[in-house]
């Protein structure tokens, strides 16, 4: 699954009755959180490493600001995606929404960042906000890659385009607010092998709780809504969301 803390990505691959085996997140969230208690607890640290579009303003910029005057930050994430405990590159895109950087850098930090993926055989976390169509033409323009577009956004029909690019398709808690109709069609819609669950923490809890604080116990909400729409037990989607997931992210899983 997929939450943020202080405004950067986290992702818990897995728990069990509320505990946590893996935290997955940012190299900024690595960081922040106390990971040493997380490792006395027996928990793995994975993250990821890239430039999110969509942080909105000063601090998007700022991430930007490389790529706004032709300088080249790639060989640092370049030498970070040798490190232990990175699974891949994200989050990267495309947001149109109008609160984050200029599109030009957008479009630069993305290419460039599919491209690093791709030299490194990792996947890529996709974050697309008003920007389906903008984020697959950059895309097919681009080396082959493999990875899933985070918390969906889009409507069932253009569930099919990217399956089609061999993405994976993860939805949130907003799968389960009362007017997400066309989110819970596109979830159906999404083959079984392809479909991942995220919280996006500590934003957009699910129904249930919603309006409180996000955290990655509130998946639970989500796998349920997730299951009934395919006709599964939670169990069952579950297991399919954690062999996907190891399907996805490969070895370094």
């Keep these: 699954c997929s939450g943020r803390a202080n405004g950067t990505t986290i992702r818990v691959r897995k728990r069990r009755e509320g505990h946590i085996d893996v935290f997955f997140g940012s190299l900024i969230t690595i960081l922040q959180w106390p990971t040493s208690g997380l490792l006395l607890l027996g928990v793995a640290i994975g993250f990821v490493v890239g430039i999110l579009p969509g942080l909105g303003g000063a601090v998007t910029l700022a991430l930007m600001l490389p790529f706004i005057y032709d300088m080249d930050p790639i060989p640092a994430f370049a030498f970070l995606l040798r490190r232990h405990g990175v699974v891949g590159v994200g989050e990267i895109g495309m947001d149109l929404s109008g609160r984050s950087a200029p599109r030009e850098a957008q479009e630069r930090a993305f290419r460039e960042q599919l491209r690093l993926a791709a030299d490194a055989g990792v996947p890529v976390t996709v974050h697309v906000r008003d920007a389906g169509a903008v984020a697959r033409e950059i895309i097919d323009l681009g080396p082959p890659v493999r990875g899933h577009v ?28 009362p007017r997400s109709d066309a989110l819970r069609a596109a979830a159906r819609r999404v083959p079984l092998a392809r479909l991942l669950v995220e919280t996006d923490a500590p934003y957009l809890a699910p129904q249930p709780m919603r309006g409180r604080r996000n955290e990655p116990a509130f998946i639970a909400a989500t796998y349920a809504v997730l299951a009934r729409e395919r006709g599964l037990e939670p169990a069952a989607l579950a297991a399919q969301v954690e062999r996907n997931a190891r399907e996805l992210f490969g070895s370094r899983w």
């Design 150 to 177: 985070h918390c969906y956004s889009e409507g069932p029909m253009e569930v099919d385009a990217w399956v089609a690019r061999g993405f994976y398709v993860s939805f949130s808690g907003t799968v389960t607010f």
